[in-house]
């Protein structure tokens, strides 16, 4: 089975701190995506990434970054967080061996930012 | 560019009666579909997907979806819900060859007894 891990279920921040998102996947999937999870608004894709230090944008990227140095892990970065980001964030991940496939989520990380 | 509605954002249900989720999609070839629920405190777990062939697919927990191309939908059915099926339901497309999936808003399923 694929397990997508992440490393927060509940985050409180306060506005301005550096924030990290941790997301890791044990099965050697090549592709990571992040999104944001909003009330109404269905999932947000915020950035993924195809391979090792690779990433593109998303649909939301603005005031957010990623870093994807080791193929299992994928971090989401709030270089500011802004009570604007108070969400729910879930990290997903695919095999990448053919286009479109089955996406593998993790539990999501609540952040509430004060 | 692709998109997905979900037309029901609220749906309750006496349990053991039946259940149908809407979802209707917008893509120019032919699309990849997938339907994803998330129980409370969860993340999304794959019930079914359709990629291509027979259009009525079987998934998970009894659920099927029928892709109707003539209609733009791929409806999400269960005949006889259980207080377990209370969750969120997510319609997905392919949105691109990068694996990429634009997601409906979502439908909030709600169980009775």
């Known amino acids: 089975d694929v397990k997508v891990t992440q490393s927060s279920r509940y985050l409180v921040k306060r506005t301005g701190e550096k924030v990290f998102l941790e997301c890791v996947q044990d099965?050697?999937?090549?592709?990571m995506f992040w999104y944001r999870q909003d009330p109404g608004l269905g999932l947000r894709l915020i950035y993924f990434?195809?391979?090792?230090?690779?990433?593109e944008k998303g649909d939301i990227p603005e005031g957010y970054s990623v870093s994807r140095e080791k193929k299992e892990r994928f971090s989401l970065i709030l270089e500011s967080a802004s009570t604007n980001q108070t969400s729910m964030y879930l990290c997903?991940?695919?095999?990448?061996?053919?286009?479109?496939?089955?996406?593998?989520f993790g539990p999501g990380t609540r952040l509430l930012v004060l | 560019a692709q998109s997905v509605t979900q037309p029901d954002i609220h749906i309750t249900v006496s349990e053991g009666a039946s259940l149908e989720l809407r979802c209707n999609y917008s893509y120019g070839a032919t699309p990849y579909l997938f339907w994803y629920v998330q129980s409370p405190g969860q993340g999304l777990q794959l019930l079914l997907k359709y990629f291509s062939g027979d259009t009525l697919v079987q998934g998970i927990k009894g659920f099927e979806a029928e892709f109707k191309r003539s209609q733009s939908s791929f409806n999400l059915r269960k005949p006889s819900v259980h207080w377990s099926d209370a969750a969120e339901y997510f319609c997905a497309v392919g949105a691109d060859s990068w694996g990429k999936l634009q997601f409906g808003a979502g439908t909030q399923v709600v169980v009775t007894p």
């Open positions: 990434s195809y391979d090792v230090k690779m990433k």
């Open positions: 997903a991940s695919t095999p990448g061996l053919a286009g479109i496939e089955t996406q593998y």
């Open positions: 099965m050697d999937h090549e592709n």
